[in-house]
């Protein structure tokens, strides 16, 4: 049963009969899982709340670098994971030799992120972590809610994308991705969505960075996560912008790009933009 079925149906059925059949529906969708189309196309997620995953029209330039780069076999992390979109793609790509690991901070979303991990059979491939990624110098910290409650806004910086501040709502585990994978271990790519602490994340990963050089993809949420790309430059990093297709300029690009694609200057003839 998909979607595209129910909805094609639900017209011809009279309203009486629409409000008795809906919620069945979206019942057996809860518990199954949506199906999904597009980058993920086969596969179902439990999120009955974000239109974008089920349509297939989820951040299209951030699914495009992706699967454009993901390789068979890859080690990667996904940092912010929420409920599994990326994580999801992460997995189909990587395929049964790769590994990911996604961390999420909010133990409901962690929850529900392990059950599609589930219900895609990709368990020996996604490690789930219930934590945050920072810098490492404390091994817990508060988590704290974003606008309207929503379920993708969790953070540990104590306020909002648009800079209101918030009340702490619960303490969670904590490490840096350097504490967390010891030395010698391969990471090829690195996702990092965190809602504004993404200076953290690249200040915890110094030692990755010039170590094991993966591919880092981040989302710059506000002007003090932008600070965080210094970790990139220092480490030998270039940043290309995903939405106006540029590589920038270290020196003179100083407003805040969204999407970034950071590479190393050693795989730079590797990546196909």
């Known amino acids: 049963m998909s979607l595209k079925w129910v909805r094609k149906w639900d017209r011809h059925f009279p309203r009486a009969i629409r409000r008795v059949l809906r919620p069945l529906f979206h019942r057996y969708f809860e518990v199954r899982g949506y199906p999904l189309v597009g980058p993920l196309a086969g596969c179902r997620m439990q999120a009955k709340y974000i239109r974008s995953y089920h349509e297939g029209s989820y951040e299209p330039e951030v699914c495009g670098t992706i699967m454009r780069i993901v390789q068979p076999g890859w080690v990667c992390v996904d940092i912010g994971a929420h409920v599994g979109y990326f994580t999801l793609l992460l997995a189909r790509l990587v395929g049964e030799h790769g590994h990911v690991i996604a961390f999420e901070a909010h133990a409901e979303n962690a929850e529900q992120l392990r059950s599609n991990v589930r219900i895609n059979g990709y368990?020996?491939?996604?490690?789930?972590?219930?934590?945050?990624?920072?810098?490492?110098?404390?091994?817990?910290?508060?988590?704290?809610?974003?606008?309207?409650?929503?379920?993708?806004?969790?953070?540990?910086?104590?306020?909002?994308?648009?800079?209101?501040?918030?009340?702490?709502?619960?303490?969670?585990?904590?490490?840096?991705?350097?504490?967390?994978?010891?030395?010698?271990?391969?990471?090829?790519?690195?996702?990092?969505?965190?809602?504004?602490?993404?200076?953290?994340?690249?200040?915890?990963?110094?030692?990755?960075?010039?170590?094991?050089?993966?591919?880092?993809?981040?989302?710059?949420?506000?002007?003090?996560?932008?600070?965080?790309?210094?970790?990139?430059?220092?480490?030998?990093?270039?940043?290309?912008?995903?939405?106006?297709?540029?590589?920038?300029?270290?020196?003179?690009?100083?407003?805040?790009?969204?999407?970034?694609?950071?590479?190393?200057?050693?795989?730079?003839?590797?990546?196909?933009?």
């Open 123 to 273: 368990e020996a491939r996604v490690r789930v972590e219930n934590m945050a990624i920072s810098d490492g110098t404390c091994c817990r910290v508060m988590l704290f809610p974003g606008r309207w409650h929503s379920s993708c806004e969790w953070n540990i910086v104590g306020h909002d994308v648009e800079g209101n501040l918030t009340e702490p709502e619960s303490e969670v585990p904590a490490t840096s991705l350097d504490a967390y994978f010891r030395r010698g271990l391969r990471v090829d790519f690195v996702k990092i969505d965190i809602e504004g602490a993404e200076a953290l994340a690249l200040c915890g990963m110094r030692r990755l960075l010039r170590e094991s050089k993966p591919l880092v993809l981040v989302e710059f949420h506000n002007d003090s996560g932008w600070t965080g790309r210094q970790e990139l430059f220092s480490a030998g990093y270039y940043l290309y912008d995903l939405i106006n297709g540029r590589w920038l300029d270290g020196q003179l690009d100083l407003q805040r790009v969204y999407h970034c694609l950071a590479v190393a200057k050693q795989r730079l003839n590797h990546v196909r933009l």
